[in-house]
């Protein structure tokens, strides 16, 4: 029997990497879509082993072994599990798009940027209740935030534009709990944009992804003041 030091240290250690799971998430994410077979079969088991140390629900048992094969380009795999994990694990959804973030900015290269734009896309609709609500006094300052890097993250390549605006804006514009946030923001980088002498038309016709009655109302809105 673990004596209560023993059983606070595992507590402690349970927790730690709890709270390291969106971090893996990615990494796991990242690693599956690398031209690499080894890296590919590193994420593969560090999924497997994840799944079984927190009790995961993916829609499938994973068998760790060191022989195993992922094979190259299967994105339909890594956007199940995504999907499967922002279901069943939304608590993380800051963390996973922190990270998200972390990697597209310093760790991904253009081939797997389409790849890390769609791993992401499920965790979106998450957003409201699991960063908005999560926490009463910061949460719209945190949503916020989320909004003004995909802003970021958008602009660095526009080859990929067109796949943020299907994968992402066009999530977050459906979501008429936070469009007023995400109106502010997109208008505050347009001015910012056009002060700095670059493209602000592009950012400004994000909100056409999907024109809600909501969003539109908050343009308007925003025009009049």
């Not at 031209?35 to 140390?53: F, M």
């Not at 068998?63 to 339909?76: I, K, L, Q, T, W």
């Not at 602009?155 to 008429?176: G, M, Y």
Request: with cysteine; glycine share 4%.
């Amino acid at each position: 029997t673990d004596s209560p030091t023993e059983t606070l240290f595992k507590q402690d250690v349970e927790k730690s990497l709890e709270d390291m799971l969106g971090q893996i998430f990615n990494i796991v994410f990242l690693g599956l879509t690398s031209a690499s077979a080894e890296i590919r079969s590193i994420s593969y088991n560090l999924l497997a082993v994840t799944q079984e140390k927190f009790d995961l629900k993916l829609g499938r048992q994973l068998a760790p072994s060191p022989d195993v094969y992922f094979p190259r380009d299967n994105n339909s795999f890594v956007v199940s599990i995504s999907e499967k994990l922002a279901e069943s694990y939304p608590k993380v959804t800051a963390d996973v798009i922190g990270g998200f973030f972390e990697v597209y900015r310093e760790q991904v290269t253009p081939r797997q940027r389409f790849n890390a734009i769609v791993y992401v896309a499920p965790w979106i609709p998450n957003i409201y209740d699991y960063v908005f609500k999560f926490d009463d006094e910061n949460g719209a300052d945190y949503v916020s935030e989320i909004i003004r890097n995909f802003l970021s993250v958008s602009a660095i390549d526009p080859v990929f534009l067109t796949a943020f605006n299907s994968q992402i804006w066009s999530k977050l514009c459906l979501e008429d709990r936070i469009s007023s946030i995400l109106v502010n923001e997109i208008v505050l980088t347009a001015i910012d944009r056009e002060a700095e002498g670059s493209d602000w038309k592009s950012i400004i016709a994000l909100l056409t992804s999907t024109p809600t009655v909501e969003l539109c109302g908050h343009v308007i809105k925003r025009l009049r003041d």
